[in-house]
């Protein structure tokens, strides 16, 4: 995969909110290709984050899309705030959504992009209903809640089993992947199947200031994208969970 396919999002839950116009200002002319938004509630997940004020002050600084990841117990309720606020696309978890259909068709009405989320735990066969409805799902690659997690590498045969899924059911879904991105583990979830990552830690808390750190993290994709036989992938996979012991 090459820059035009694998696209980074980055999460501004690991930026300084000081600095967070400037910090987006420098990751878009750094090439970031999209701005991610945690939304919490601490009720769907034990943390709170920021708002649809926080969308609307980024609309004025960025012309990247804007990612909204609603980790909210009930996010119909907060869609056309957020739509007002200028977000671009919203991703919405299948946990804890007794409607996610109806969730789906109603962000679509809206006329913005539709994605689904699951969590580690989640396996990647309860998308095979909501597949066919939607422009993206996004999988966890840590418990959602907090930045600043480790990759979990248990989640890295279900990010190959829902590339497998969408390249059998729905070709140009994307897939994406939250949590512990990094110079090291990009490369792994690239492998997999993945094409969207989402890094925050990687990014906006590095020394060496946002732009060598996205030119240091699209680097090292490129080693990913040589490897295009799963036996390969699952042997620099392997070569990773042996460093981890």
């Excluded at 300084?16 to 116009?21: A, E, N, P, S, V």
């Excluded at 990751?27 to 919490?40: K, N, P, T």
């Excluded at 980024?58 to 705030?81: A, G």
Aim: proline share 5%.
């Amino acid at each position: 995969m090459d820059k035009g396919i694998v696209k980074l999002a980055p999460s501004i839950l690991s930026a300084d909110f000081t600095r967070l116009g400037q910090q987006v200002a420098d990751a878009e002319r750094a090439g970031a290709d999209r701005i991610h938004i945690d939304v919490m509630d601490g009720h769907f997940v034990p943390n709170l984050s920021m708002g649809a004020p926080i969308v609307q002050s980024l609309r004025r600084v960025t012309r990247l899309p804007l990612e909204i990841h609603l980790m909210i117990s009930d996010p119909d309720f907060f869609l056309d705030e957020f739509v007002e606020a200028g977000s671009d696309s919203f991703l919405v978890h299948w946990e804890g959504n007794a409607n996610l259909h109806r969730t789906v068709q109603r962000i679509k009405a809206l006329g913005k992009r539709a994605g689904v989320v699951i969590n580690p735990a989640t396996p990647a066969a309860v998308l095979e209903e909501i597949l066919p409805d939607v422009e993206q799902v996004l999988v966890m690659t840590v418990n959602p809640g907090f930045g600043h997690q480790h990759f979990l590498p248990t989640t890295l045969p279900k990010i190959r089993r829902v590339r497998q899924m969408i390249d059998q059911m729905k070709s140009g879904c994307d897939v994406e992947v939250d949590g512990g991105i990094d110079a090291d583990t990009a490369s792994l979830a690239v492998a997999a199947g993945a094409n969207i990552l989402v890094a925050g830690t990687a990014i906006f808390g590095q020394s060496e200031g946002v732009t060598a750190a996205m030119t240091r993290l699209r680097a090292a994709i490129k080693p990913s994208n040589e490897l295009t036989s799963t036996g390969l992938a699952r042997c620099f996979e392997r070569r990773y969970l042996c460093s981890l012991e």
